[in-house]
């Protein structure tokens, strides 16, 4: 019975330890979740696969595997050619590979990385070109090779020399059936978007699954959309709205002193309260978006001191002259309403 790939189509995220594979996934898959993928600078933190599906109301859609990622690959190469003797290894030889070395343990990346794909996954190959094209890497791509699975491959650029990135290309080129590029730090919905419509390209047979998830991933970003419009439109209405009054008695408003006291204690507390708005509605923000480990800070001190209804303030923020215009409207309401209330 297969272990990792079931109804959805499957596929399996693999390449050398640290190339990025779980970042790849985790920002693919918007996973901010240390406890369902880890993403570490320690090499070697996945030491098994793991399935992470994409799913709409409970509803495997595609399921990928994470995997430990290779971590012996010219070792493993030579030891497969020799179980399959003078000719090109094949599917048959990997599944005795696989079968063999679970039980061994000497190739026991290689051995669960390649898990999967004899179960037949479709291969996501992760490299990072800024790392010179080493033997060990087209150790990798040879053994993927024998697979005969359909297999794609993914520039994940961690940093920012591209030198060799066409050398890359040029190579990858050879063994797989497509290369794209997706940076894990980097990409956005278009790129995570366009990296799912790939999938069609190497994976004709699940194609209506494939589309359909994309459509519902369109969907639910049409939603969000409208909703964070929400969640900011209620922000702006209840911050314009929002007012700070204290009673001052006859005495003490001949008292400028006091009245200065007051209006610096209005202030604070209406900063206070905006932050307390913005934070919340960061919050809202960053839970549709699915951010768990992202936390936001507003500082409400940020706030002291500027004054909102001087041009200069808004000039220094990088707004141009209609732009200051069309935000004048609010501003000056917001500021003189905000301290200057005085019951009596
Ligand atoms: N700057 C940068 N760092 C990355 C990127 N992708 C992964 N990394 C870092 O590389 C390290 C290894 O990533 P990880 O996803 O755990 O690699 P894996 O072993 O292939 O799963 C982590 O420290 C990541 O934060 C990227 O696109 N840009
Ligand atoms: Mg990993």
């Given at each position: ?7 959805a ?37 996945t ?7 994409l ?176 969640f ?35 202030k604070?507390r ?70 200057t209330?005085?019951?009596?």
């Amino acid at each position: 019975m297969n272990e990792w790939v079931t109804n959805a189509p499957t596929f399996a995220v693999v390449g050398k330890i640290n190339m990025g594979k779980s970042s790849v996934l985790s920002t693919l898959l918007e996973i901010d979740d240390d406890k369902l993928i880890r993403v570490s600078p320690t090499p070697g933190e996945t030491t098994r696969c793991y399935a992470l599906p994409l799913t709409f109301d409970d509803r495997e859609m595609i399921r990928f595997v994470d995997t430990p990622g290779f971590s012996r690959a010219m070792e493993a190469m030579r030891a497969i050619q020799d179980l399959h003797g003078p000719g090109t290894p094949d599917l048959k030889t990997i599944k005795q590979f696989v079968t063999e070395q679970l039980e061994k343990g000497e190739f026991e990346d290689e051995a669960r990385l390649l898990q999967p794909v004899i179960e037949g996954a479709g291969v996501l190959y992760v490299i990072d070109p800024s790392k010179p094209l080493r033997d060990a890497f087209v150790a990798e791509m040879e053994i993927l090779r024998w697979t005969g699975t359909p297999r794609m491959a993914l520039l994940n650029e961690k940093a920012a020399n591209t030198e060799r990135t066409e050398e890359w290309r040029k190579r990858l080129g050879s063994y797989f059936n497509l290369v794209r590029t997706f940076n894990a730090h980097r990409a956005r919905f278009d790129e995570r978007r366009s990296l799912l419509k790939s999938l069609l390209e190497i994976d004709e047979t699940n194609k209506s699954r494939i589309e359909e998830t994309i459509r519902l991933i369109d969907r639910e970003w049409e939603q969000r959309r409208e909703e964070s419009a929400e969640f900011i439109m209620d922000f702006l209405a209840k911050a314009l709205k929002h007012r700070e009054t204290e009673k001052i008695d006859e005495k003490e408003e001949e008292l400028e002193h006091r009245k200065e006291r007051v209006k610096e204690q209005l202030k604070k507390r209406y900063y206070s309260k905006i932050a307390t708005y913005e934070e919340k509605t960061y919050a809202k923000l960053l839970k549709l978006y699915r951010h768990k480990l992202l936390k936001v800070e507003v500082v409400e001190e940020k706030f002291h001191g500027v004054d909102l209804s001087s041009e200069e303030t808004w000039q220094k923020w990088g707004l141009s002259r209609s732009q200051l215009a069309i935000a004048g409207g609010p501003v000056s309401y917001t500021h003189l309403t905000l301290p200057t209330i005085y019951s009596v």
